[in-house]
């Protein structure tokens, strides 16, 4: 999810913001990265799916793990 709809020109790809498309850096941001979806901040421009939003949401808050 990260990779086709965070790490695209304009958004995560670069000096503005950092880039998501390792699992530390991912990890390391999980809280703020949860907040900026619930706000609809991120992913910018655009809206993800509910079933893409709690799959990420159950990811986060099931501890970030490397799976």
Do not use: Y
């Amino acid at each position: 999810l990260f990779n086709s709809t965070c790490n695209t020109s304009g958004c995560h790809d670069g000096p503005n913001a950092a880039e998501l498309n390792n699992f530390q850096v991912v990890h390391d941001n999980a809280s703020q990265i949860r907040a900026s979806i619930s706000t609809g901040r991120m992913p910018k421009g655009k809206a993800l799916a509910i079933t893409d939003k709690n799959a990420i949401f159950c990811w986060i808050d099931n501890g970030a793990k490397n799976n």
